[in-house]
């Protein structure tokens, strides 16, 4: 409902807004997945009968209850206990590491324009590999996917850390361990062999699919469905007030002129769902294990260095979306920053907040030998992160932080349509 202005006023604002509206281009277009496929893959994605140890679930690091986050900087998948910020150390099964990098979260990946997943951008849409998707698999990536957002569903039970298992703990493991991922009679034909040995997901495939056997794919597949239908988050205030149906306060239209002005938010946080869909290096600090291979002794992410080799993009990462950013905390493509303020406040001198970085500005759950600063205590490592950073300082009060953090407010639609279910196919607990 707006509220009563002049005439004047109410001018300004919608002549405000309505050229904002045209700044943003068109609005997105998401896909229209079968209801019933998203009810299926709603079951998979909640069931932890995917996960090597059958412990461990997608909602786990992607619960709604989290933001469709795990509401830690750096995650505890494989042996742990609990959710969020009551996870902690399984002593039956202690994990090796933490989960390098930051859980994202899920919301709008249905929107036809999210073409490139995780937040170095390894896995995408890309017309000139054989199944359109390039991944680290390579010429060993299966057909059958029906989107690079089906792809990269799946792409966790292969880690050991997040939900295959360590060595020798359970069938998957030992495929990943043996380099037999994808191959026939590999960890992700183990997988789909479990869930088609249970009836009720055998019956369901059945009346779903135009194809009922039960692949790895076909259960990629309605995973994606259900999260292209259950996370589409696109009717925020400032959805409706880019239409003309409704006011945003005071406070939020000054942090709306601030971020596509002088702040220069938009110059990445772009478009309708506030992303660029590029890469970045704004010297963000580096916390824990570092996304680094099983043999390599150093603790250096270098990003998106890692997926195209050229030193251009040492320490760029992927610019998130901002819907629903007041609910995905911590953030940083290693949740170095708890709280939103604070990474608001990193933009404005990234090298300055870099070089006075304090491990108290995350939220990290107990971990005993977890050498987590060691990137902070390496000197040259630091220079790099300093020296990559592209992001020039700028200048803003505490009341255009407020404000900003105001408008950032208006971004939010906590939609969830189908919810967590009591229980699964499995009979496995359900995450709730």
């Known amino acids: 409902m707006k509220r009563n202005l002049s005439a004047a006023a109410f001018g300004v ?3 405000f807004n309505a050229a904002s509206a ?16 998203a009810q299926l893959g709603q079951l998979l994605f909640y069931d932890p009968i995917l996960s090597g140890n059958r412990n461990t679930s997608c909602a786990t690091c992607h619960h709604p209850n989290l933001g469709t986050s795990d509401g830690l900087s750096l995650g505890i998948g494989e042996g742990g206990i609990g959710l969020g910020t009551e996870r902690r150390i399984d002593s039956n099964n202690r994990p090796e590491q933490r989960i390098p990098r930051n859980s994202p979260g899920l919301w709008n990946l249905g929107a036809k324009e999210f073409t490139t997943f995780f937040h170095d951008g390894r896995l995408e849409t890309d017309p000139d590999q054989p199944n359109g998707i390039r991944t680290p698999l390579g010429t060993h990536m299966r057909s059958g996917f029906q989107s690079a957002l089906a792809a ?12 295959a298992g360590h060595y020798s703990e359970n069938d998957v493991s030992k495929a990943v361990r043996l380099g037999l991922l994808t191959q026939d009679g590999g960890a992700w034909d183990l997988i789909a062999a479990r869930v088609a040995a249970i009836p009720e997901y055998e019956q369901r495939f059945e009346d779903v699919m135009p194809d009922p056997e039960i692949t790895f794919t076909a259960i990629a597949n309605v995973i994606a469905d259900f999260i292209a239908f259950e996370w589409r988050a696109d009717n925020s ?32 946080h772009s478009g309708w769902l506030q992303t660029d869909h590029a890469f970045h290096s704004i010297a963000m600090p580096q916390i824990g294990p ?40 911590p953030y940083g493509h290693n949740g170095a920053f708890a709280k939103l303020e604070d990474v608001i406040r ?21 971990f005993q030998g977890a050498e987590d600063q060691l990137p902070l205590l390496d000197t040259g490592n630091m220079q790099a992160i ?5 992001l020039n300082p700028t200048s803003l009060t505490d009341q255009d932080i407020s404000a900003i953090l105001s408008f950032l407010s208006s971004l939010e639609d906590p939609a969830v349509r189908l919810g967590v279910p009591k229980e699964v196919p499995s009979g496995l607990v359900v995450d709730q």
């Open 13 to 15: 604002w919608f002549a």
């Open 22 to 37: 045209q700044e943003l281009g068109p609005r997105p277009e998401f896909v229209e997945p079968d209801i019933e496929k």
């Open 152 to 163: 990269q569903a799946m792409f966790p039970v292969l880690s050991p850390d997040e939900m």
């Open 237 to 268: 205030p400032f959805d409706r007030a880019m239409q003309g149906n409704e006011e945003l306060s005071d406070e939020a239209q000054r942090g709306m002129q601030l971020f596509y002005g002088k702040a220069a938010c938009s110059s990445c």
């Open 290 to 329: 570092g996304k680094a291979a099983r043999f390599e002794n150093h603790v250096r992410d270098d990003g998106r260095l890692r997926v195209t080799g050229n030193t251009s993009d040492a320490f760029a990462f992927r610019t998130p979306s901002l819907r629903n950013v007041t609910l995905t905390a």
């Open 346 to 366: 990193h933009h404005l001198d990234p090298v300055r907040s870099l070089n006075a970085y304090s491990m108290e500005l995350a939220v990290l759950p107990d």
């Open 386 to 390: 300093a020296e990559a950073n592209a």
